[in-house]
């Protein structure tokens, strides 16, 4: 069971929904960005923004107010630090996330691969691309915010959580992009007239359904996403975050 468990949180953080975990990493290899460069302008974005400044309510509220006297914490450096603690963090988990599907899908290449990378240069895919980009943002945001939520239930942080699919924060949810972008797309597909355009969507799909399969196929069982976080109630600490019972 928790093989399988293992299995299906890996393959939802690396290929689930729209856009693909495979469209993400080939993005930062378009651009060549890496995995940092990615999550900070992700960050950096409105619905970062908005998730950073939920990050720093949380913060506020859970900090021990002893501690942070001690410390000598002014209250505003809360939030800043903490959004630097979950870049470096989120972009260790999207590192060893990408790397365990690097080696796994190169041992099960992809048969379009080549024509699905020159379709790229065609400019109907590179407009499609680039109005999708909001939704890749909004994607590694709420992986990060997930997992990182999740390994602080589990390690006993006392952090009030910040994803807004597990706290139900409506307000947040509104503020994702990735609804309004995914009916951009959709009209702008369905629209177009591009035979360079459908066919690249169609071979995006195969080509999502091999890296799945071939996730599949990990052995030994990969590390849960959330593990990659092991370590960070260290940094929280410096916030005057507690942990334990």
Known sequence: MLFSR??????????????????IQQ?????AKDKATLVREAFASPYGEALTAELGKSLRASADPACVTDKGLAVDQLEPRGRDILIT???RMLEGTSALIDRQTSEHPFAGAAELESLKSNADVKRYLAM?????QAKIL???????DRHNLISRVKLR???PLGTGNEALLRLNPADATEE?????????????????????????AAQA???????????????????VETDLAELCIRSGK
Not at 132 to 136: A, V
């Open 27 to 31: 993005k930062a290899q378009d651009k």
């Open 213 to 231: 399969l071939a996730i599949k196929q990990i052995a030994p069982p990969p590390p849960l996403p959330d593990t990659f976080f092991n370590g």
């Open 161 to 163: 959580p910040v994803s």
């Open 142 to 148: 709420d992986l990060i915010f997930e997992h990182f």
């Open 89 to 91: 963090w989120g972009t």
């Open 184 to 208: 951009k797309l959709d009209a702008f597909a369905g629209k177009s007239r591009s035979k360079a355009l459908k066919r690249f969507l169609q071979l995006s799909e195969q080509a999502d």
């Open 6 to 23: 293992r299995i299906i949180i890996i393959a939802l953080l690396l290929s689930a929904g729209s856009p693909t975990w495979a469209q």
């Open 132 to 136: 999708e980009e909001p939704m890749r």
